[in-house]
């Protein structure tokens, strides 16, 4: 019996100890994402974009009190595919600011104090929990309600990439079952949908122009800090109008952001929350901050004259439109895999759509004549393309030049668009 009994504990160890690697292995890198990850409501853990929080059991479980049971987001349709579905004009929905930006900056000639900033606009942010379905694991983050008839809300596409369950909590504690409208990973902006209950009408923010913002100008945080904090405020100053900063992604890969920088405190589910000037309109969506022992003050957010036309889209179609897709999903390699394998690191191919040419573990070589080396250096090509344009690519198979290959570019569609 103690035998066997010693087995089952040094399983369980060697379970946890696998667990915790899985969870805790992510990569130690200076701009991180701020989506609030836990697993299972009261244990620490790390999560990939931050270096270590503490969830309480006081956090909110997704699903409690929520509308519209369901466990999976669901893409909602465009309407030229289905002519019984209405999606309303974006324009007539979003409220944007009339407001005139001065040598003061974005917020007019009279400016409110940041009390009444705060009560004007809190209740249009609200907490956004979503599940995975991956040993129960769960992650926060925050998100802005822009529109209070149509339940409308727009967050950062890191804070609900991979969701199987995604639930909005709004600042009374009302909770609501949500369904993806449409994402965008290249500017990591999201809307998700909620059905309102017209006894609890919403407050939608007021979208102002960030192109009016100036150095120095005072700004308000509204978020759900560690995931556990919601509706808690910050104040400071915009640092710099147009940071040009590098994120790194979930999955390793990197992009390059033009950022507002404020150093307003920021942390960890914080992501998707609102940045607001003094006449309290909303001019930015925070999501990510610099994060290294001894670095304080350094946070950033994607400016809404950014975010506007991107959540236009995604409401009105479900996708980005305008977007080139050349058919191929490209993987970089690090490293040489493989006992007898010798391939160089470099860009490779994981799957083709439109071309049979190319197959998979092809090398990418060039494109258009420019030699890439980094997927970031082959999509910064690809996007000077528009749609229709013929993209040829150079490429070599098993370490051998193998020849070219040219592909007519597409208009990028979701799957089910």
Do not use: W
Not at 178 to 207: H, M, N, Y
Not at 255 to 272: E, H, R, V
Not at 285 to 302: D, H, R, T
């Amino acid at each position: 019996m103690n035998r066997k009994n010693r087995f089952f504990k040094i399983a369980f160890l060697v379970l946890a100890l696998i667990l915790t690697f899985s969870l805790c292995s992510c990569q130690s890198i200076a701009v991180f994402l701020l989506k609030n990850a836990t697993q299972n409501a009261g244990q620490t853990t790390e999560s990939s974009q931050n270096n270590g929080t503490t969830q309480n059991n006081e956090t909110p479980k997704p699903g409690e009190n929520g509308q519209n049971g369901g466990t999976t987001p669901q893409i909602d349709p465009d309407p030229a595919d289905d002519p019984d579905v209405h999606l309303p004009d974006a324009e007539e929905i979003i409220t944007q600011s009339d407001t005139e930006p001065t040598e003061h900056g974005s917020a007019g000639d009279q400016p409110f104090a940041v009390s009444e900033v705060v009560k004007k606009v809190q209740d249009s942010v609200v907490q956004i929990y979503t599940s995975t379905g991956s040993y129960g694991a769960t992650s926060a983050g925050s998100g802005v309600i822009v529109s209070k008839n149509h339940g409308y809300v727009l967050t950062c596409n890191h804070v609900i990439s991979g969701a199987t369950k995604i639930v909005v909590e709004l600042s009374d504690n009302t909770q609501y079952q949500a369904t993806l409208v449409g994402a965008d990973a290249a500017t990591d902006l999201a809307v998700v949908k909620i059905e309102p209950d017209e006894s609890r009408p919403l407050t939608q923010a007021v979208q102002g122009k960030s192109a009016g913002l100036v150095a120095g100008e005072y700004v308000v945080v509204i978020g759900n800090p560690l995931g556990t904090l919601g509706g808690s405020v910050t104040q400071g100053i915009i640092s710099a109008t147009e940071r040009q900063i590098q994120i790194t992604n979930d999955d390793g890969s990197t992009t390059l952001m033009t950022l507002l920088q404020t150093d307003a405190a920021i942390n960890s589910g914080n992501s998707g929350g609102g940045l607001f000037n003094l006449n309290g309109e909303l001019i930015g969506i925070v999501n990510a901050k610099y994060a290294k022992a001894g670095v304080e003050g350094l946070g950033f957010a994607i400016p809404i004259d950014t975010a506007y036309p991107i959540e236009m889209n995604l409401i009105e179609y479900g996708y980005v439109r305008g977007r080139v897709d050349d058919g191929l999903e490209l993987g970089y390699r690090y490293y040489n895999y493989g006992f007898f394998s010798q391939l160089a690191e470099g860009i490779y191919v994981n799957s083709s759509k439109f071309t049979d040419q190319l197959q998979v573990d092809d090398r990418i070589l060039s494109i258009n004549g420019v030699e890439v080396n980094s997927l970031e250096k082959y999509d910064a090509e690809l996007g000077k393309c528009k749609i229709g344009d013929v993209i040829t690519i150079f490429y070599s198979r098993n370490n051998t030049i193998t020849g070219t290959v040219e592909i007519t570019l597409q208009e990028y569609k979701p799957d089910g668009k």
